[in-house]
């Protein structure tokens, strides 16, 4: 157990749709990142927030969107689904988010029908 | 772009064989680290290595980092079916805070 908790667990839904994942990072972890994983892709990094900031982002859609919360726990909410976006999403959480090592969390299957 | 190539994709073996996983990249990386992800988890942390050169040992598993910084090998001795799952390094490169996984090597050991 990394520590760093995610929900749900499993997400379906339809096109067009929105859904908001959620992840709480390991106890005094300030940095919180989101990536995603599809079958044919690797996992590719989305944004990383610190301390309610955000810091750096990656191959992240203008159709998705992350916040991180005074409490430190993140959000990443998926608009306008597509049937493409069906994927696993991690969140990770590290101390201070400058290229230390990251835990992850148990991912969110998210399947877009 | 930054860019972690590794080799192989995919790898089969059978119990008791040795393999190395190649992570190679043109950018400097200021640590490198490498991951084990099994089916339908997150990626767990298996080593982080800093120092051009070094070499650190982890059980069956032999871990080194390039002296130029820009790749690492993964060395399993004796592999058995629990080694079994994807392999990722990962890293940013010096300046960014950008971290990159790598391109992973799914391997099976078979008993």
């Known amino acids: 157990d990394s520590g760093v908790t995610q929900t749900p667990k499993h997400l379906i839904t339809a096109t067009g749709q929105r859904v908001t994942l959620r992840c709480s990072p390991r106890s005094g972890d300030l940095s919180v990142y989101w990536y995603q994983q599809s079958l044919d892709q690797g996992l590719q990094f989305l944004i990383q927030y610190y301390n309610g900031e955000e810091r750096a982002k990656g191959n992240i859609l203008e159709r998705f969107s992350a916040q991180q919360f005074p409490d430190l726990h993140s959000e990443l909410n998926l608009s306008s689904l597509e049937l493409g976006d069906s994927a696993l999403y991690f969140c990770?959480?590290?101390?201070?988010?400058?290229?230390?090592?990251?835990?992850f969390g148990p991912g969110t299957r998210l399947l877009v029908l | 772009t930054q860019l972690l190539e590794q080799s192989p994709q995919f790898l089969s073996i059978q119990e008791g064989e040795n393999l190395t996983v190649y992570c190679n990249s043109s950018s400097v990386f200021s640590s490198l680290q490498w991951y084990r992800q099994e089916p339908g988890e997150g990626p767990v942390l298996l080593v982080t290595v800093v120092t051009g050169g070094e070499v650190k040992k982890l059980k069956r598993l032999t871990f080194q980092f390039g002296d130029a910084r820009k790749d690492s090998s993964l060395h399993i001795t004796a592999a058995q079916p629990g080694d079994t799952g994807l392999y990722l390094c990962a890293g940013a490169s010096s300046g960014t805070y950008k971290y990159i996984f790598g391109t992973g090597t799914r391997l099976k050991v078979l008993a």
């Open positions: 990770a959480s590290s101390a201070q988010g400058n290229q230390e090592t990251q835990y």
